[in-house]
Nanobody, 115 residues
Framework: QVQLVESGGGLVQPGGSLRLSCAAS????????MAWYRQAPGKQRELVAA???????NYADSVKGRFTISRDNVKSTVYLQMNSLKPDDTAVYYC?????????WGQGTQVTVSS
């Protein structure tokens, strides 16, 4: 079955950096688009960044220029490099992919940006 396992979250000061990782199994990783979403308390889950099987990427306006999504098809892993973090980036971050039948989600990793 499809499994997505996130890691790399934690507590960081404003202006700091974190790199999230999502290891995928149960899929032919190289042909799947992958994405990162986040959900802050009391808010809806929102798309942060996505990367296609060919490597093209897109970002939410709120993170453009600060976050970078990348993938390693050998390791079946997608990354989210987060720089210049702000308190508004505090949320649970989820890894996502989908096929013709359904979407798949990881368990989430907490990112807290606070001094």
């Amino acid at each position: 079955q499809v499994q997505l396992v996130e890691s790399g979250g934690g507590l960081v000061q404003p202006g700091g950096s974190l790199r999230l990782s999502c290891a995928a199994s149960g899929i032919i990783f190289s042909i799947y688009a992958m994405a990162w979403y986040r959900q802050a308390p009391g808010k809806q889950r929102e798309l942060v960044a996505a990367i296609g099987s060919g490597g093209s990427s897109n970002y939410a306006d709120s993170v453009k220029g600060r976050f970078t999504i990348s993938r390693d098809n050998v390791k079946s892993t997608v990354y989210l490099q987060m720089n210049s973090l702000k308190p508004d980036d505090t949320a649970v971050y989820y890894c996502n992919t989908f096929d013709e039948t359904r979407a798949y989600w990881g368990q989430g990793t907490q990112v807290t940006v606070s001094s």
